[in-house]
C-alpha cells in the first residue's frame, strides 16, 4: 500500500514537471497575451460588422492563435537550444536541461502548428490561417535568425508580432476572409508598441543576451544615448498612431482619455530612461508596456 502510494506520488510529480516543462516550451505567458491581442480584435470586428459575438469562432480563435504562437515559441527554442545554455534567463528551459529532446520538441512544435493552422483555416476561414502560417514562418524562419546578425531583427520581428490584432479582425469576416481598414489599424499600434516594448526587454537583458551573441538594442553602443533616444521616439509616436482608433472612428471619446492617459506614462517612462540611462529605468518601461497594450486594445473595443 506504501508503495503504491509513492509510485502514485512520483507518477503525479513526473506530470507535473513534463507540464511545467511544456509551459515554458510554448511560453505560456507571452502566448496568452498573443491570443488575448487577438480575441479582442475578433470582438472589435464582429461589433464594427454589426453583429453579436460568434463564441464558438472566438474559442476556434483562441485554440488555433494559442498552438501556432505556441509552435512558434518551440521552433525558436529548438533553434536557439545551444544559444539558451549560453544566458542565465533561459539555461533552465526543458532543451537546455535536456529534459526534452529535440525529436519530442520538433514533434510537438510540428503538431501544435499544424492543427493550429487548420483550427484557424477551417474552423474560422481560409484567410486565417494563411495569415497564422505567415506569422509561424516569420518568427521562426526570419526573424529568429536574425537576432544574432543585426538589430534590424526587432523591425523584422515587429510584423509576425503584430499579426494577432489584424488575424483577430479577419476572423470575425465571412466567407474567404477579409483585411478591412480597421484591421491595418489594430496591426499598427501593435506593431509601433513592439518597438519600446522589446528594446526595454533588450535594455535589462542586454548583458545576458550578448553571451549569446544577440544584437537587440538599436545602437551598436547597447544601453547608450543613442538607444535610449530611439526608445524614446518610438514611444511618443506610439502615442498618435494608438489614437489611430478613435480617429477612424472606431472607439469614441472615452478611449481617446483613456489612451492618451496611457501614452503620456508611458512616454514619460520612456524619457526616464532616455535621461538617468539605467536597468531599473527600462524595467519599468518594459512593465508598462505589458500593461500598455491591454488597457488601449480594451478601451477602443469597450469605448464605442
Known sequence: MIAENINTTENSVTLMRKVSDYAQFVKMRLASLVVLSAAISFVIGSNELGEAINWTKMLMLILGGFLVTGSSNGFNQIIEKN????????????????????????????????????????????????????????????????????????????????????????????????????????????????????????????????KAGFRMLPSLGGRDKSSAFQVLVYTLFLLPISLFPVLFGMSGSISAVIISICGILFSLQAYKLYNDLTIESARKLMFGSFIYLPVVQLAVMIGK
Open 83 to 210: 544559444l539558451d545554455k549560453l544566458m542565465d534567463r533561459t539555461q533552465n528551459r526543458p532543451l537546455p536541461q535536456d529534459r526534452m529532446s529535440i525529436n519530442e520538441s520538433f514533434v510537438l512544435a510540428a503538431i501544435m502548428g499544424i492543427v493550429g493552422i487548420v483550427v484557424l483555416w477551417v474552423f474560422i476561414n481560409p484567410l486565417s490561417g494563411i495569415l497564422g502560417t505567415l506569422a509561424l514562418i516569420l518568427y521562426t524562419a526570419v526573424y529568429t535568425p536574425l537576432k544574432r546578425i543585426t538589430p534590424f531583427a526587432v523591425f523584422v520581428g515587429a510584423f509576425p508580432g503584430a499579426i494577432p490584432p489584424l488575424l483577430g479582425h479577419v476572423a470575425s469576416t465571412s466567407g474567404f476572409g477579409e483585411i478591412q481598414f480597421q484591421a491595418w489599424v489594430l496591426f499598427a499600434v501593435q506593431f509601433m508598441w513592439q518597438f519600446p516594448h522589446f528594446w526595454a526587454i533588450a535594455w535589462v537583458l542586454d548583458e545576458d543576451y550578448k
